[in-house]
């Protein structure tokens, strides 16, 4: 058993004032959503010692390899270090800039592998949402301009080399943005936990930020939270992302990746609507695991992993707004190949998940899923 977090993790209001990076020349990347004190706050933060900041800053958009290109050609000169201060799309592309700018050529080059991870600048990352981890992952998720293609880059030149996790910065994100980001963060936990080659190392820290979504996230969405639900939520977010470092996804990403091309969902919300769909599809093969992982973090009984599939759907139905659009309003029967062959494309997959998978049970799970 081994667990690998070389990121130094901040978490707490106050470690903004230990904020840190390396070199002289950092480029500060900060979504636009940050309220104006603090980034001020932040600059400041960056600027002590004499260091010369560049601040760029973005909205909240997954990375296209089009803004990623253009923008390691618009910063030209020496950069020592990258700072980004955003949700997981910001800090995705933070990554995937820090790549290019060592590594060379153009992020579609690392898609299937035509060139190869050699080292990316030194990053300090600072999540303003609560659910991707990518602030302590190896992992960079982009968009393909070119063919729509998501694809996940994953190497250790892609980890931080700090975190700075400012429960604080949760005050200004709208509920929907908590409720979506903190969804994925649970699911990560989720899927880490149910992964055939899961590390237990990871277990409590998993359970932990279950428990810790499961209890705050209906007092957030009814409007009645104070920084106790928002510290909560934000350390359940750097819980799932140790997670997923150390035992990846699993069928909901993976089809949260497949679909992805065919809305324009949140991450989070889309993953909170195919958990349903996953649970059903290998249910008969937890082996009653997943009935104990929703004993453990809600402190409930449950005969069965039916039972708990059945909890879990129902939780997560009574915190989404009825108003959201269905996942599959913009499929077509001819999309269903192109989607089967997507989640085929992951290869390690079979690997983790519990049921045995092949082309004719993913072709029938995702007609359920469009035909619903
Ligand atoms: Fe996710």
């Given at each position: 058993?081994?667990?690998?977090?070389?990121?130094?993790?901040?978490?707490?209001?106050?470690?903004?004032?230990?904020?840190?990076?390396?070199?002289?020349?950092?480029?500060?990347?900060?979504?636009?959503?940050?309220?104006?004190?603090?980034?001020?706050?932040?600059?400041?933060?960056?600027?002590?010692?004499?260091?010369?900041?560049?601040?760029?800053?973005?909205?909240?958009?997954?990375?296209?390899?089009?803004?990623?290109?253009?923008?390691?050609?618009?910063?030209?000169?020496?950069?020592?270090?990258?700072?980004?201060?955003?949700?997981?799309?910001?800090?995705?592309?933070?990554?995937?800039?820090?790549?290019v700018k060592v590594s060379g050529g153009a992020i579609a080059d690392y898609e299937f592998g035509s060139r190869s991870f050699?080292?990316?600048?030194?990053?300090?990352?600072?999540?303003?949402?609560?659910?991707?981890?990518?602030?302590?992952?190896?992992?960079?998720?982009?968009?393909?301009?070119?063919?729509?293609?998501?694809?996940?880059?994953?190497?250790?030149?892609?980890?931080?080399?700090?975190?700075?996790?400012?429960?604080?910065?949760?005050?200004?994100?709208?509920?929907?943005?908590?409720?979506?980001?903190?969804?994925?963060?649970?699911?990560?936990?989720?899927?880490?936990?149910?992964?055939?080659?899961?590390?237990?190392?990871?277990?409590?820290?998993?359970?932990?930020?279950?428990?810790?979504?499961?209890?705050?996230?209906?007092?957030?969405?009814?409007?009645?939270?104070?920084?106790?639900?928002?510290?909560?939520?934000?350390?359940?977010?750097?819980?799932?992302?140790?997670?997923?470092?150390?035992?990846?996804?699993?069928?909901?990403?993976?089809?949260?990746?497949?679909?992805?091309?065919?809305?324009?969902?949140?991450?989070?919300?889309?993953?909170?609507?195919?958990?349903?769909?996953?649970?059903?599809?290998?249910?008969?093969?937890?082996?009653?695991?997943?009935?104990?992982?929703?004993?453990?973090?809600?402190?409930?009984?449950?005969?069965?992993?039916?039972?708990?599939?059945?909890?879990?759907?129902?939780?997560?139905?009574?915190?989404?707004?009825?108003?959201?659009?269905?996942?599959?309003?913009?499929?077509?029967?001819?999309?269903?190949?192109?989607?089967?062959?997507?989640?085929?494309?992951?290869?390690?997959?079979?690997?983790?998940?519990?049921?045995?998978?092949?082309?004719?049970?993913?072709?029938?799970?995702?007609?359920?899923?469009?035909?619903?």
């Open positions: 058993m081994r667990l690998y977090c070389p990121t130094e993790i901040h978490f707490g209001n106050t470690e903004l004032q230990q904020l840190q990076v390396d070199g002289c020349v950092t480029l500060a990347l900060l979504s636009r959503s940050i309220a104006p004190e603090y980034k001020a706050k932040i600059v400041a933060q960056l600027q002590l010692g004499g260091n010369r900041v560049i601040v760029m800053e973005r909205g909240g958009a997954e990375p296209s390899s089009d803004e990623i290109d253009r923008c390691a050609v618009a910063v030209d000169g020496v950069v020592d270090s990258i700072f980004a201060a955003g949700g997981g799309s910001t800090l995705d592309f933070a990554k995937a800039l820090a790549l050699n080292g990316a600048l030194p990053l300090t990352l600072m999540p303003t949402t609560c659910g991707s981890g990518s602030e302590v992952t190896q992992y960079a998720v982009i968009n393909n301009s070119v063919s729509g293609r998501k694809f996940t880059l994953g190497d250790d030149c892609l980890r931080a080399k700090r975190a700075y996790v400012i429960p604080d910065l949760l005050q200004t994100l709208p509920v929907n943005q908590i409720l979506a980001t903190a969804l994925d963060g649970f699911i990560h936990a989720l899927e880490a936990l149910l992964n055939e080659v899961r590390n237990p190392i990871i277990e409590p820290l998993g359970i932990e930020a279950m428990r810790l979504i499961h209890r705050h996230l209906i007092t957030i969405v009814q409007g009645e939270y104070g920084i106790e639900q928002l510290e909560g939520v934000a350390l359940a977010s750097l819980y799932g992302g140790i997670c997923i470092t150390n035992s990846r996804t699993g069928l909901i990403h993976t089809l949260s990746v497949a679909f992805s091309e065919f809305h324009k969902l949140s991450h989070g919300v889309v993953n909170a609507q195919l958990l349903p769909h996953a649970l059903r599809f290998n249910r008969d093969h937890y082996n009653g695991r997943l009935k104990q992982i929703v004993s453990d973090f809600s402190a409930q009984s449950f005969n069965s992993d039916t039972d708990a599939a059945q909890y879990l759907c129902t939780w997560i139905k009574s915190l989404l707004p009825t108003t959201i659009s269905p996942l599959n309003r913009s499929v077509v029967a001819s999309d269903i190949d192109h989607i089967v062959d997507r989640i085929l494309q992951d290869k390690g997959l079979p690997l983790v998940n519990s049921r045995p998978l092949d082309h004719t049970n993913i072709r029938t799970l995702v007609e359920e899923i469009v035909y619903e």
